[in-house]
Nanobody
Framework: LVQLLESGGGSVQAGGSLTLSCVAS????????MGWFRQAPGKEREGVAH????????FIADSVKGRFTISQDNARDAVYLQMNSLKPEDTAMYYCAATYVDPRKSIPTRDDEYDYWGQGTQVTVSS
């Protein structure tokens, strides 16, 4: 099974930056796509950024495009979310997720398309 361990959350002021990390362990070869989701109190869980290992294709949600970037390390067992120009609206629990997808298909962006999940890391942005 794939295990995901998230870190890097915290409290920052608006305009600040944070980098979230997600380290994958276990039988990681069964997953070839990783992504970040977030959920704020009273709101639906939404996809933030996703990356496909074979080829490095990425998808960034419109709500964070231009401010957030997703990347993987050289071993392809960790994924990072660089968050810049943070806004109070970015306050949420951020989750790392992984799944296997047919390489011929588009990168998945919905939470029901992912099979493995971390525990989440809280990001709080104050004004």
């Amino acid at each position: 099974l794939v295990q995901l361990l998230e870190s890097g959350g915290g409290s920052v002021q608006a305009g600040g930056s944070l980098t979230l990390s997600c380290v994958a362990s276990g039988y990681t070869d069964i997953a070839n796509c990783m992504g970040w989701f977030r959920q704020a109190p009273g709101k639906e869980r939404e996809g933030v950024a996703h990356i496909f290992a074979d080829g490095g294709s990425t998808f960034i949600a419109d709500s964070v495009k231009g401010r957030f970037t997703i990347s993987q390390d050289n071993a392809r067992d960790a994924v990072y979310l660089q968050m810049n120009s943070l806004k109070p609206e970015d306050t949420a629990m951020y989750y790392c997720a992984a799944t296997y997808v047919d390489p011929r298909k588009s990168i998945p962006t919905r939470d029901d398309e992912y099979d493995y999940w971390g525990q989440g890391t809280q990001v709080t942005v104050s004004s």
